[in-house]
């Protein structure tokens, strides 16, 4: 099942998502359907609250279906080291149509535990890096443009604000 995609201005956007603690086939099913739509949306990571549900769940392939053991599913993750410094153009399903650079660390590691419950770390570096910490971001109710200037931040509000009342967002 595909799932519509809840943009910038939702509040379950904004919210903490709830822990799961539950890892049943109904949460197997949802993992599946959450890779699905990011497939569908062209995104190569995806929180649940970006599907409406607030809970503490994360997909992510950098390699869009080009590697399946790319594939990480990140439950209830927590970042647990970071290092360096690292720039790129970032972007998210939920504000689509703009990007912005964003500089996080380079080396990231995360705590999560996988869809049978059991916890793992892993260590990503640049791209990787980034989609821990953007997914994890979008559990703690964060978007990508709090790491922006406030003046990029008020530009991209302004612009969607317009889009909203034209009835484009
Ligand atoms: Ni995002």
């Known amino acids: 099942m595909i799932y ?10 904004d919210k903490p998502a709830e822990k799961v603690t539950v890892f049943d086939d109904e949460l197997q099913k949802l993992i599946d359907d959450m890779f699905e739509s990011m497939y569908a949306a062209h995104g190569v990571g995806l929180a649940a609250p970006q599907i409406s549900l607030s809970r503490r769940i994360a997909v992510i392939d950098i390699t869009f279906k080009e590697d399946p053991k790319a594939k990480l599913v990140l439950i209830n993750p927590e970042i647990i080291h970071t290092e360096g410094k ?5 972007g998210c399903l939920s504000i689509p149509e703009f ?18 419950g059991k916890v793992y770390e892993k260590t990503g570096e640049e791209l990787l890096a980034r989609a821990f910490l953007h997914e994890t971001d979008h559990l703690n109710g964060k978007l990508y443009i709090s790491h922006i200037s406030a003046l990029k931040r008020d530009l991209i509000k302004r612009k969607i604000r317009k889009m909203i009342k034209a009835g484009e967002w």
């Open 4 to 13: 519509p995609i809840v943009k910038f201005g939702n509040p379950v956007l």
């Open 86 to 90: 690292h720039t790129q153009s970032e």
């Open 99 to 116: 990007r912005e650079n964003v500089t996080r660390p380079n080396k990231v590691t995360v705590r999560a535990q996988d869809v049978h």
